[in-house]
């Protein structure tokens, strides 16, 4: 495997950053993770829109031009040979002794872009079957619409999920409404056949998968309502789904042990999983 580091292309084993780089000091830096599919990178344009405003948000540079980053991007993915897979990328404050604030102006932010092939069965086997969620507090930061490589809650949260067999963890907030997963986004589809799923505007990430199935939806006239709803509103619901780079359109099928409806996928997340590719361009 090949990875990029900074301008080049090394030996995945061999890629490395500095011990005093402001993402391994202070997680001080954001990132991005693409879909492959067929060879092909799933909404770019998204990711790139995306990373832009994380960056901006935390008054980071663009490591490279953005056009370039795309090509770079590409690169990395055809020199692994992927074809169903991931790019991740990851941009950090650059390296510079360790010191809170900003490092001197001119120190350059400093980019890592890897990829790896996923296994298209195996991801096929799981949807088929559908996947279980634990729910936990929302303890997180209130800027969690930055795409931030401090993932810490997230990563515990995800830890919980495994240790309970599950697949994922539902974060509550205050008001014991469901914000995302730990690394994707929540949705519900009701009794009544509307689509739910949190406004992007409040406490969670603007899921790129999300924007992708909310057109998708639209696509096929499903109904859709962007708003919050509850651990209980998601037990009772017809059917529930997460979505994201890595998970796509994925059912889950029980909710902290108890199954959602008859605890099998349902027709909607299915319906949209096979729009997904077409809307995705
Ligand atoms: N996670 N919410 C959170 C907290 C996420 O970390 C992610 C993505 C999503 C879904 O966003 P998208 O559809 O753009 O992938 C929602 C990535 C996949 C990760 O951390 O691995």
Not at 259 to 262: C, D, K, L
């Given at each position: 495997r090949i990875a990029y580091v900074n301008g080049r292309y090394v030996p995945h084993a061999q890629a490395q950053v500095h011990v005093e780089d402001r993402g391994y000091q202070f997680s001080d830096g954001v990132y991005e993770v693409c879909e492959v599919s067929g060879g092909f990178i799933i909404d770019r344009t998204r990711h790139l829109d995306r990373l832009d405003r994380s960056l901006s948000e935390l008054a980071m540079a663009w490591p490279v031009g953005r056009d370039a980053l795309g090509r770079i991007m590409i690169e990395v993915t055809s020199r692994n040979r992927v074809r169903d897979g991931l790019v991740y990328l990851q941009v950090t404050r650059g390296v510079a002794r360790r010191d809170h604030p900003f490092p001197p102006p001119g120190t350059p932010t400093a980019l890592v872009v890897t990829a790896k092939s996923t296994d298209r069965r195996a991801f096929a086997e799981k949807a088929e079957k559908g996947v279980a969620v634990i729910t936990v507090p929302d303890n997180r930061w209130d800027r969690v619409d930055i795409k931030t490589i401090g993932l810490l809650p997230n990563v515990l949260a995800r830890q919980q999920a495994r240790d309970s067999g599950a697949a994922e963890a539902w974060m509550i907030d205050e008001d014991g409404m469901v914000t995302e997963g730990a690394a994707t986004n929540a949705w519900i589809v009701t009794m009544d056949n509307v689509l739910v799923t949190r406004p992007a505007e409040n406490g969670i990430l603007r899921g790129v998968t999300r924007a992708t199935a909310l057109e998708a939806a639209a696509k096929l006239g499903l109904a859709v309502e962007e708003r919050g709803f509850t651990v209980a509103e998601a037990m009772a619901a017809r059917e529930a789904f997460m979505t994201s780079a890595?998970?796509?359109i994925m059912p889950v099928t029980s909710i902290d042990g108890a199954?959602?409806?008859?605890g099998h996928p349902g027709e909607t997340a299915r319906q949209l999983g096979r729009a997904f590719f077409g809307a995705a361009e």
């Open positions: 890595t998970s796509q199954p959602v409806a008859n």
